[in-house]
């Protein structure tokens, strides 16, 4: 496979810088209501369109799927999966909680991963069997710690009903654990894999919400619910995130509150 995780952290620096440039601009951002607590502003339709122009230079064999435009198929075999601003609503509302996210998928399984966090400058990055790093220093999951003593992210969107959330949480209070929610999914998954958190549970993602978060826990020694890639671009699905130690355990939880199958 050609090395694209140096240009892939190119194009999303470059993405992040574009999308800080409306974050500073508040009071002019442009934003429509797509549903219940669903929000999408110009700087995500124009972010992504310019991730979208940078990969198709890059690579154009490539695939790419986008929260917000149409997709772009391609010949390679390769798929480029892209959530230009993950953490709109903390965007649109001055919150610097958001990232610019990029996956890249083939055979079914995510092999490179981008998270950039422009508010704070970080760089979260994974390839496939190369381990993941932070600002390019290696990510190490190793955290003895049980749910008692540490915090769970947790994930809810107008995807789901309610009924999974409120049990989610009940149990993870039962445990002893703490729970955390910053409207973020890719950044509470990076903050997985740099030990912030012990995990990270949400009933239903969509692909670009996930993929890259999930290949950067596990690429640091984390443990993450399997699927296929593919099928998560098609549908989404739940997506569960763990420490060794506390991963059974949610996943326990987790299926407790959402149902067993997801």
């Not at 009924?163 to 890719?186: C, E, K, T």
């Not at 919400?209 to 999930?214: E, R, T, V, Y």
Request: with cysteine; hydrophobic share 40%; aromatic share 6%.
């Amino acid at each position: 496979m050609i090395d694209r995780t140096k240009i892939l952290i190119d194009i999303c620096h470059e993405a992040g810088r574009l999308a800080a440039q409306y974050f500073s601009e508040q009071d002019q951002l442009v934003i429509d209501h797509k549903g219940h607590q669903d929000f999408v502003s110009q700087a995500d339709r124009n972010v992504e369109l310019l991730t979208r122009e940078l990969l198709a230079k890059a690579f154009p064999e490539d695939a790419i799927v986008g929260e917000e435009h149409d997709p772009t198929p391609g010949t390679s075999g390769f798929t480029w999966v892209i959530d230009p601003i993950d953490g709109t609503t903390n965007f649109i509302n001055g919150i610097p909680a958001w990232t610019v996210v990029v996956a890249g998928v083939q055979n079914g399984e995510t092999q490179i991963g981008v998270i950039y966090d422009s508010c704070n400058e970080e760089t979260f990055v994974a390839r496939r069997g190369k381990g993941a790093q932070l600002n390019g220093a290696l990510l190490n999951i190793d955290d003895a710690r049980s749910l008692s003593q540490g915090t769970i992210g947790v994930g809810y969107s107008n995807r789901v009903e309610d009924q999974g959330i409120l049990p989610l949480i009940s149990g993870l209070i039962g445990d002893g654990a703490m729970f955390y929610r910053n409207a973020s999914g890719a950044l509470s998954l990076a903050y997985v894999a740099a030990g912030r958190l012990l995990g990270y549970a949400e009933e239903h993602m969509n692909a670009w919400d996930c993929l890259a978060g999930q290949l950067i826990v596990s690429e640091a020694g984390g443990r993450v619910e399997l699927q296929d890639a593919d099928d998560m671009i098609r549908d989404g699905g739940r997506v569960v995130v763990g420490t060794p130690v506390v991963f059974d355990r949610l996943m326990e939880i987790s299926k407790t509150a959402f149902g067993q199958d997801h």
